[in-house]
């Protein structure tokens, strides 16, 4: 697969929110996180660009929304490393980093099948852990890590 | 003092001496008329004849009145009521509900969706707190203390829920560990990674003769048939250890033999009537612990 050139691939917007730097993994996981695909403004979304730190990299750019830091923090499970670009008249009126939540609920799923949140209509939640640099979540029920994060579908 | 009893974890140190130290009050009074037109439900989920007898009994004892069930066969939730919609319902007939599910969270799921204290009687391979405050009651029984004892933990640790409960309640008082387990049923490393973070020490071995007569605790349990999905493995690993009176000289004169019970071949009969078996009465013990639970939570002492 050839490597393709960020420059100008992905348009710019006047105003609202960009999320860079996601794990080209991860990008589908980021916006089902938000729900982007219930989001009827104009969402423009690039997969596998190339970055030099991430080698892969996505980026999300949402015309006229911005979030609430704590809609921003759950995205922290798939893309820890992702910036928030805050864009007003095509200029970055603010740019910062995700920040982990404490507390993760009813974003991710747990991976113990004989958790009462994977057998009855009970909301997921989860203590988020770091471990060698890597988020876990340690499930508020069944009381079990969950090691890799699993988006909860909409 | 928390409203309800889902895992050990909750508790702290002074909350567990307190349990505790009312189970010996238990004890000592024996029956009363402490809960007299009190209702505990006893919801079994799944079947487990011993649990069941002894919370009943404990609440039968303190002159509480049981309902409840024994397993769901005959049960509303055979034609497919949600465990909310149990849990809603009965916690408008009764004070406190005791409840035994085959699911991982169960218990803490139904405490907080009722406004009445919750007795986590074993969730799935999650928690089963009460047999870890019977044990704790045992240990201070036997030993006169719970601070520095040797416990010598035997059979299935990787599976083994009541080992790990019993190991992160004993981690307040300054334990020292000997794991004893095949190779494929150690003690996980969560479990091992916590006690070298608090700084206590263990030992691992696969040789139940090794370390018999450095503890004053040697806990017995079962390797559970219903944990292995392959037959064939279970077969490997259910007669891997056997205790028999021989093989009892030399150990420590105050060390007793605990086990959750039920055994199938992991102590032999012969064993029962030397000084170190302890096992029937650490199941008494269980009653008087619970009778604490139920009354705790209902707001004595």
Redesign the interface.
Known sequence: MSERNTQLKVSAIKDGTVLDHIPAQSLFQVIDILDLSHCGNPVTIGVNLESKTLGRKGIIKISDRFFLDEELSRIALAAPDATVNIIRDYQVVSKKRIELPAEVIGIAKCSNPMCVTNNQAVTTRFATVVEDKKVKLLCHYCEKTTEEFIPLRH | MSKSLI?I?DFSRDELLHILSVAREMEETGSSKLLDGKVVACLFFEPSTRTRLSFETAAKRLGAKVIGFSDVANTSISKGE???DTIKMVSNYVDIIVMR??????A??ASEICDIPVVNAG?????HPSQTLLDLYTILQTQGRLERVAVNMVGDLKYGRTVHSLLQALSHFDPEFIFTAPEALRMPA?YKTFLEKRGIPFLETDSLMEHLCDCDILYMTRVQQERFSDPMEYEKFKDVYRLERSMLAGVRENMKILHPLPRVGEIAEDVDNTPYAYYFKQAQNGMYVRMAIIACLLGYR
């Open positions: 895992s974890n949600t465990l909310k599910h085959p699911l991982e969270g169960a803490r799921y969730d799935g391979a999650n928690q969560e």
